[in-house]
């Protein structure tokens, strides 16, 4: 199971833009979803964006038109482009590699806060 951690969190004024990376320890080419999370204080974790290990990738409603999942599969980075943010995009955002969405491996998290 690879180890994931998170980077490129911070605070950002509504309407900015933030890219947050998931460097993996190892190949996540042949992984079958690897994902975004998110959870804002004191609410639910929630699916953000997903990718599939052929390429099809799924967002949530909320985000759809403003996030975009890639990765690099040379580097072994999952990236999370966050354009156009406003406050409840606030959360605790993680990366996840496994099966489906929720399962296998989790990063610690990195913490985005949009406020103005």
């Known amino acids: 199971q690879v180890q994931l951690v998170e980077s490129g969190g911070g605070q950002v004024q509504p309407g900015g833009s933030l890219r947050l990376s998931c460097a993996a320890s190892?190949?996540?080419?042949?992984?079958?979803?690897i994902s975004w999370h998110r959870q804002p204080l004191e609410k639910q974790r929630e699916l953000v964006a997903a990718m599939s290990s052929g390429g099809s990738t799924t967002y949530a409603d909320s985000v759809k038109g403003r996030f975009t999942i890639s990765r690099d599969v040379i580097k072994n980075i999952i990236y999370l482009q966050m354009n156009d943010l406003k406050p409840e995009d606030t959360a605790l955002y993680s990366c996840?590699?496994?099966?489906?969405?929720?399962?296998?491996?989790w990063g610690p998290g990195t913490q985005v806060t949009v406020s103005s």
């Open positions: 190892g190949s996540i080419l042949n992984i079958n979803t």
């Open positions: 996840n590699a496994g099966p489906i969405p929720g399962f296998g491996a």
